[in-house]
């Protein structure tokens, strides 16, 4: 008696997929152009500020927001594509290009009037100070 066994259509799907994705090993990269790219971002916290670095490689200056409301910092803007020369062929093409935007929660109210942020090399460093409330006093206890 041979036992017949069913693959699910879903299962079959997969399967194709992956073989796809094996037989062309240099198109992955063009699927993944089409998500887009988003900044890498670092946020660090003292007492008495809160510091962000955004790494933005390729993006000039002149392309970037930086904006504080309501406690959310938010960092937008573009990688622009470089004029490609129509007599090139790409046989691996995995940089990313267009518009990002990251939004933070902040961890405690900062003062929006000392804001600083500065620009170079393709990194964005973000300096808040915290406002006076939200920095803590020590409490002495008393008998």
Not at 9 to 37: K, N, T, V, Y
């Amino acid at each position: 008696m041979t036992m017949v066994t069913r693959r699910s259509p879903a299962l079959s799907h997969i399967e194709r997929r992956m073989q796809q994705l094996f037989e062309e090993p240099f198109r992955l990269p063009f699927i993944a152009e089409d998500m887009g790219w988003t900044p890498s971002v670092e946020v660090t916290e003292t007492d008495s500020s809160i510091d962000v670095t955004a790494e933005l490689p390729g993006v000039s200056k002149e392309d970037v927001d930086v904006d504080l409301e309501n406690n959310v910092l938010t960092i937008r803007g573009e990688k622009k594509q470089q004029k490609q020369e129509k007599e090139k062929e790409h046989y691996l093409y995995e940089r990313y290009y267009g518009s990002f935007q990251r939004s933070f929660s902040l961890p405690a109210p900062v003062d929006e009037s000392s804001v600083k942020a500065e620009f170079r090399n393709g990194v964005l460093r973000i300096h808040l100070s915290k406002a006076a409330q939200s920095r803590g006093t020590k409490i002495t206890i008393t008998d």
